[in-house]
């Protein structure tokens, strides 16, 4: 009977005593909870029972197992002890891992519900409190490694033998892996530096995008078609890019239009004010519109115009683009751009002095671009060659020759 009750008192006990904690630690986080609404902390913490349970019942275990008198049990003491040894340090670690998580988020969240509106020191503050979370949760991972490791006899020999050349092995591993040290070395630089902020709207390679993670070796950016652009963050301490969020996110904008030289500019510019005043998106500060450039074709209009942040502007500057332009074409035509193709019209004959014909005849409109102006252009000429082959005709008296028709 006794080879009975022993393990069900052990096994039994260990379980029921985990559950009866875990309940109780629930009912206290939701009471706190109930009470203090303005701290997200004590709602987090709910999350931290399972690893709780997993940490308390193998303790209990690792504790009494031996006393369950089972024959399996004493056959294997060493291996089983062992067992419970790793798990009960990897759900320490879990534990750890997750109570950090919930203290920093409460903080977070808390920080952000008070600085609701500097937008850019919440994506600071939370591109730093992100990295912190992955620098904790590494460290805490390495210290269990080793923990378990350590729990080994021959680890331990092992241990102490790697300890005399550690510091060969520090200088094989730091040049065989210093990209990976300067991307490490970049990221915390990044997120203690604010450089870079998740949430930042910036150009990369001619990309734009939205900073959605940063890590200590890697940034990802979310591109306006949805595309994902993971790039090293030692890219981001070495080479020069646009970030549209730092210093605020207000933004101007430029729209640009080639239009004919008769384009009515007054008129543009009072349509463009009725344009923007019907545009939420326009923020209201500044607008202009101006001629910058001329061609001999065309003339540059530049339109500027003004918004609160990246996706605000790139609305604003398709609107103006989109309704400018179809104004133009129903209430003025006209000063759309234009290829001439007709011929030019001839001047007047007195303009062409230097290449009228011996007879002052002004040239025909198909020499007006050719180097033909200047032939002989007489209509009683004869064609070139039109006496070849007649024989000659002879004066009256016989001495001077002629060229006549027979």
Not at 1 to 13: A, D, Q, T, W
Not at 168 to 192: D, H, P, R, W, Y
Request: hydrophobic share 45%; with cysteine; net charge neutral.
């Amino acid at each position: 009977m006794e080879n009975v009750l022993r393990p069900l008192i052990v096994l039994g006990g260990s379980v029921v005593l985990t559950l009866f904690v875990g309940w109780a630690v629930d009912v206290v986080l939701r009471r706190a909870d109930a009470r203090h609404h303005e701290t997200p902390l004590w709602g987090l913490l709910r999350r931290c029972r399972p690893p709780l349970m997993v940490v308390l019942l193998t303790a209990l275990l690792r504790g009494a197992y031996d006393q369950t008198s089972l024959k399996i049990v004493e056959d294997h003491v060493e291996g089983i002890g062992q067992v419970l040894s790793l798990v009960l340090i990897a759900a320490t670690a879990w534990l750890i891992v997750r109570v950090a998580s919930t203290v920093v988020e409460s903080s977070y969240a808390r920080y952000a519900s008070q600085q609701s509106r500097d937008a850019a020191r919440v994506r600071r503050v939370r591109t730093q409190v992100t990295l912190i979370m992955r620098i904790v949760t590494a460290v805490v991972g390495v210290i269990a490694a080793a923990a378990m490791l350590m729990t080994f006899p021959n680890m331990q020999a092992i241990g102490k033998s790697m300890l005399a050349s550690a510091g060969i092995i520090g200088i094989v591993a730091g040049v065989a892996a210093q990209s990976t040290l300067g991307n490490l070395f970049a990221g915390f630089q990044i997120a203690f530096g604010d450089m870079v902020r998740i949430g930042d709207t910036v150009v990369v390679d001619g990309e734009w995008g939205v900073v959605e993670e940063v890590t200590l070796t890697f940034l990802a950016v979310r591109t306006w078609d949805e595309r994902r652009i993971t790039m090293p963050v030692s890219y981001f301490t070495s080479k020069p890019f646009e970030n549209w969020s730092r210093g605020g996110a207000q933004m101007t904008g430029t729209v640009y239009l080639q239009l004919d030289h008769h384009a009515p500019v007054a008129a543009m510019r009072e349509k463009l004010r009725e344009i923007l005043a019907a545009t939420p998106s326009w923020d209201g500060r500044d607008w202009s519109l101006a001629v910058t450039g001329t061609t001999p074709n065309t003339m540059e209009v530049r339109v500027v115009v003004t918004a609160k942040d990246a996706d605000d502007i790139w609305t604003v500057r398709c609107a103006v683009r989109e309704q400018l332009i179809g104004w133009l074409c129903a209430h003025h035509p006209y000063a759309l751009p234009k290829v001439n193709t007709a011929e030019a019209a001839a001047p007047p004959g007195d303009q062409w002095p230097s290449r009228a014909g011996s007879n002052g005849r002004a040239p025909r409109p198909e020499e007006l671009h050719t180097n033909n102006a200047d032939i002989r252009t007489d209509d009683d000429a004869p064609p070139p060659g039109a006496d070849r082959g007649r024989a000659p005709v002879m004066s009256p008296d016989g001495t001077q020759p002629r060229t006549g028709r027979g």
